[in-house]
């Protein structure tokens, strides 16, 4: 059986859009109402997948995310790589000053916050873009990255700033 090029080359986007659904349902049924009581661990519990954003080092390496047919320059790959790198450094410091409580470690979350949701703007949007041209041209890893583990990042992101903006007196207590 072949499928339709045009299927074929969305099925990025539709693995994408599962993937997000999976996650923010996952996050629904099992996380939230484990920790919405406790604003600090929910952040926490949020924060702690983005300590692996170093797996976008990944964009060093051609022969593991081989998308330099999809026309990226090796400057605008390192600059993925390195957006990746610098967000899962501020996720540890923004986990650890909460995990000690220290003053001002809600201000570390929303630089962490902004910082790694515009490398996804820079990095996740224009990769998702170009992959319409050839899916398969990212490899099986750079597939199960943009495909279940950017997913999981961006819902972990939005939630993260729906909790810093939530005025919900339950939400909004100290760890």
């Not at 990944?58 to 998308?67: A, M």
């Not at 026309?71 to 605008?76: A, N, R, T």
């Not at 929303?110 to 992959?131: C, E, P, Q, R, T």
């Not at 899916?135 to 700033?161: D, E």
Request: aromatic residues 10%; hydrophobic residues 60%.
């Amino acid at each position: 059986m072949t499928l339709d090029p045009l299927i074929v080359s969305n099925l990025h986007v539709v693995s994408a859009a599962l993937a997000i659904i999976s996650w923010t349902t996952i996050y629904f049924v099992f996380v939230r109402p484990a920790v919405a009581h406790d604003r600090d661990l929910h952040l926490k519990v949020l924060i702690a997948p983005h300590l692996f954003r170093y797996l976008g080092l990944i964009t060093f390496f051609p022969v593991l995310f081989p998308v330099q047919s999809l026309g990226f320059s090796p400057e605008y790959l390192a600059q993925i790589g390195l957006g990746d790198a610098i967000s899962g450094v501020l996720a540890l410091i923004a986990l650890i000053a909460l995990a000690v409580r220290m003053p001002g470690a809600v201000l570390l979350v929303w630089i962490f916050n902004i910082v790694g949701m515009a490398d996804f703007a820079n990095a996740g949007l224009s990769m998702m873009g170009k992959l319409s041209a050839d899916p398969s041209s990212v490899g099986p890893l750079g597939w199960v990255l943009l495909t279940l583990y950017l997913p999981m990042l961006t819902v972990s992101h939005f939630v993260i700033f729906w909790v810093l903006l939530s005025r919900d007196s339950a939400s909004a207590k100290p760890a």
